[in-house]
């Protein structure tokens, strides 16, 4: 995620539930992400656990892009 992002995470976040819980959700993905990913050799079941983690970042992601988005257009 951008710096530029992250600052207005912080920024809104105390105001914005939504965009505090996307966030917050987004870092655990991630978090259980690196976990898996780290590991030597990933059964089947567990790729299959890491391909479902990503699609979910990714719908989070777009979904956080989206709020943020409205908190940028007074900037521009």
């Given amino acids: ?3 530029r ?11 914005d ?3 505090r819980d ?3 959700q987004h870092q655990e993905y991630e978090t259980l992400l690196e976990k898996l990913e ?4 990933l059964s089947p079941t567990q790729m299959q656990e890491v ?6 970042k990714l719908a989070g992601k777009t ?3 989206f709020l943020l ?3 940028r257009k007074p900037e521009a």
């Fill in 1 to 3: 995620m951008e710096a």
């Fill in 63 to 65: 979904k956080l892009q």
């Fill in 69 to 71: 988005d409205k908190y």
């Fill in 17 to 19: 539930s939504e965009l």
């Fill in 38 to 41: 780290s590991k030597p050799y």
């Fill in 51 to 56: 391909k479902a983690l990503k699609k979910k």
């Fill in 22 to 24: 996307l966030y917050e």
């Fill in 5 to 15: 992002d992250l600052e207005l995470i912080k920024q809104y976040e105390a105001q």
